[in-house]
Nanobody
Framework: QVQLVESGGGLVQPGGSLRLSCAAS????????MRWYRQATGKERELVAS???????NYADPVKGRFTISRDNAKNTVYLQMNSLKPEDTAVYYC????????WGQGTQVTVSS
């Protein structure tokens, strides 16, 4: 059974940082394309960052230069380091794994507010 468990969300002031973690079981993070999505209240879910099985990385334009996606194969975990956070980054962040099947985590809330 595949499980993706996100953690690391919380309340942070504008300009602050958070690191999200996505711990995987039932699959290995280097054998799936791993992605972080986010969904703000009243908006559609959007792709934030992705790391392919090849190691190729892509970011959505709003987070380029501020967010960094990485994976630790030994810990079977994917991370999203978020720096210089803005109020518009407030959303529920979801971990996603896709290859022949697609799996989602339960999400973790990130709130950027003073």
């Amino acid at each position: 059974q595949v499980q993706l468990v996100e953690s690391g969300g919380g309340l942070v002031q504008p300009g602050g940082s958070l690191r999200l973690s996505c711990a995987a079981s039932g699959l290995t993070v280097d054998s799936y394309h791993m992605r972080w999505y986010r969904q703000a209240t009243g908006k559609e879910r959007e792709l934030v960052a992705s790391i392919r099985t090849t190691g190729d990385i892509n970011y959505a334009d709003p987070v380029k230069g501020r967010f960094t996606i990485s994976r630790d194969n030994a810990k079977n975990t994917v991370y999203l380091q978020m720096n210089s956070l803005k109020p518009e980054d407030t959303a529920v962040y979801y971990c996603n794994a896709v290859l022949y099947n697609m799996y989602w985590g339960q999400g973790t809330q990130v709130t950027v507010s003073s």
